[in-house]
């Protein structure tokens, strides 16, 4: 048989979630490419896999695949795998998975743990549809021209955030998205720590802002889609308006109906006109 690449699925925390399949192939392969050697080298020394490691991560990348096709060309097979989960996944490998494939070399999957995944399977929000953003821009600006384009999309949304940013990144989703939009909060899935919820974004931002030790560690960001108009009954809206005509302008109503559910605002702001009108 030809040579294969093996993309490997390796933990993101708890070392009881590698597979047996992911060990069996790291064992039988010539080379694993790897992330970061060092951290692998704990992997691999846990599981008693002696395989040789060389780098492949994003600043040597390019450079690094000749070499392994001209293995794998040669019949070698080789692993591919990440510093944790599977790799692509917000990490190195594309470029090689890419070349393999344009060198007719098959590239075979080995499933295992993804944080994207995992955190969405425990947090409560809608599954069949989203989108995975992987990690926003570092700046702020730059965050929230990317935020915006992504306000109005109705399936659930992904992102993955660094520790020191998060406070940043989820005021910055708030002013974006609204207050109230529900947002799953996974931190340190698998691990000692781990902290999955699920609340409105205004309630997140207070939680991580009283709890220090929520800006740490590896965190996942699950925000629910947005609500669309069509979503929306004329029965519910009416409803929404109503009760909050009892404490609110008319105008105050209409931005919160609009925050709340993604409908325009001068649809709301109209309707809560004619049901003042009506009252008179």
Known sequence: ??????????????????????????????????????????????????????????????????????????????????????????????????????????????????????????????????????????????????????????????FYEAPHRILECVKDMQAVFGADRAVGFAREITKTFETIKKMTLSELVKFIEQDHNQQKGEIVLVVGGATTEKDLSQAKLDEWLQRLLQDVSVKAAAQIVADLTGIKKKIAYQRALELTQSQD
């Open 1 to 158: 048989m030809s040579a294969q690449l093996f993309v490997v699925a390796t933990p993101i925390g708890h070392l009881d979630d590698m597979t047996f399949r992911a060990i069996e192939v790291l064992k039988s392969v010539s080379l694993i490419a790897a992330e970061d050697t060092r951290q692998s080298a704990q992997l691999l020394k846990h599981f008693n896999i002696e395989t040789p490691l060389t780098a492949c991560h994003d600043h040597n990348e390019a450079n690094r695949i000749h070499q392994l096709i001209e293995k794998l060309k040669n019949g070698e097979n080789l692993a591919l795998i990440s510093d944790a989960g599977t790799p692509l996944i917000s990490d190195p490998g594309f470029k090689l998975v890419r070349a393999a494939q344009e060198h007719g070399i098959r590239v075979t999957p080995v499933p295992g743990a993804c944080a994207a995944i995992a955190a969405l399977s425990a947090v409560g929000l809608p599954s069949d549809r989203f989108s995975f953003e992987g990690f926003l821009p570092s700046k702020s600006s730059q965050r929230l021209s990317q935020l915006e384009k992504l306000k109005d999309e109705t399936q659930t949304l992904i």
